[in-house]
């Protein structure tokens, strides 16, 4: 992928640029924050008999969580199992930003681009379950670090200063951007105000299983999903401790093998990286001028998000989606030592009065990223069993509205969400190797080049005309 760093209007004075980033990254830990807490519930217990449930959820992210939760706020008494391979919020649970939008689109202009027709009844749905999981966070109390906000997008080049249309409302220049978060790179911004929610997506996570167990929902760690097969009218799941069977079953495994075929192919797994400071002191926080209840992401292709976490750190992450060829995750994968300077250096340029400042976690997570940049929705074993994948980075508040489509469609229900073309619909499929690594490889200098130049070439043309993408 393309190693050149983006152009900014504001260079730090000569030597400061090139030492401070990188020394900042010296004793930082190779562990996300929101995991780095003696708060962490302790392991709950592997399966290890053969049992009978209503529901088998697979997957102890968000969109498991979600889902257990929902059947059985939705049919209190219903018997609900939910299985983790690893740990509750160990995988994309626990290493994404914790910036809880309300599109369920990937944004408006994917939304728009995607489903013209809808876009206006999939923002509303996608506000109201915003609205709803603000609520939910609330009734059942959970201790998450809920603060709505919203989203500040930036313009740090020029020719993002049109894409922003300054017709529009909302629309601010400049100055009224630079009072909203002080950086001198901030060329015009839109704040709008309701439509994001910051959160600790681990303590969301933890909370959500508390709160699902309140309500008899029964969860199992270390428990890794072997085979799942239709027989006598049930899904038999079988996992190394034992069996369950179960009348329904949901796979919320993100991008992470599972026991289907279709999305396997739809899914690629991208890796995302992530920084955390130090606390930032009284004076640095006025510095930044800054609302600790609004996120910030700037304008590009390959853009940055960030936000103040609940102990006053930046935590700031994205720009560099780094894709391996064979679809590959390991371990090894998440230390990327030139991403991470990457991140630091463009944190400097945008922050340089933080001038000092250190970086005491780095971190990296998988993105289950698809064609279309937004979930998708499938059922297998004669309806009994529903998945749903490819959220591309902005799962925190979209896999509630994904538990709610699912369970609907394992009920045999003709809803306002499974009448949308969104659900109804399936992206194209990702090629095979190595026809996948060359097109992302092309995609992602070609989105570079149009950060840089605002040109879009031919190849992002023809995707478009395609409908495929691939996101950062």
Known sequence: ???????????????????????????????????????????????????ETDLLVVGGGLTGL????????????????????????????????????????????????RWPDEYDQLHQLGMRNLDEIEQTVSRYDIGCGFRRGGSLSVATRSHEVLKFRPDIEGFLGATATRA???????????????????????????????????????????????????????VLATTAGGTVRAANVVLATNVFPGPLRRPRWSV????????????????????????????????????????????????????????????SI???????????????RHFAETFPQLEGIRFTHRWAGVIDASTRFAAFFGQAHGGRTAYATGFTGLGVGASRFAADVMLDQLAGL??????????????????PEPIAWIGIQITRWSMDREDRTGRRNLWLRLLDRLGLGFAS
């Not at 390991?330 to 630091?344: G, S």
């Open 414 to 431: 003709s809803t306002e969400r499974t009448r949308l073309r969104m659900v109804r619909e399936k992206p194209l499929p990702f090629p």
């Open 330 to 344: 390991r371990n090894e994968l998440q230390d990327r030592r030139v991403t991470f300077e990457k991140l630091a």
């Open 66 to 113: 979600w889902t257990a939760l929902r059947a059985v706020e939705r049919n209190p008494g219903r018997q609900v199992v939910l299985i983790e391979s690893d740990r509750i919020a160990e995988h994309a649970a626990g290493r994404n930003g914790g910036m809880c939008e309300a599109s369920i689109t990937h944004g408006e202009h994917n939304g728009r681009t």
């Open 180 to 234: 909203i978060v002080d950086s001198p790179t901030y060329l015009a911004g839109r704040h709008s105000p309701r439509d994001c929610s910051v959160v600790d997506p681990a303590r969301l996570a933890w909370g959500l299983a508390k709160a699902a167990e309140s309500q008899g929902v029964r969860i199992h760690e270390h428990t890794r999903l072997e085979s799942l097969t239709r027989k006598g009218g049930r």
């Open 268 to 327: 690629v797994p991208v890796y995302d990286y992530v920084l955390a400071t130090e606390p930032l002191t009284d004076e640095q926080l006025r510095s930044l001028n800054w609302d600790p209840a609004i996120a910030v992401t700037d304008f590009g292709n390959q853009f940055h998000y960030y936000r103040i976490t609940p102990d006053n750190r930046i935590l700031w992450g994205g720009y560099d989606a780094v894709y391996h060829f064979g679809r």
């Open 1 to 51: 992928m393309s190693q050149v760093s983006i152009s900014r209007p504001v260079t730090l004075p000569s030597g400061r640029a090139g030492s401070w980033p990188l020394s900042a990254l010296e004793g930082s830990k190779l562990r996300p924050l929101w995991l780095d807490t003696p708060d962490r519930p302790a392991p709950r217990l592997p399966l290890i008999d053969d049992i």
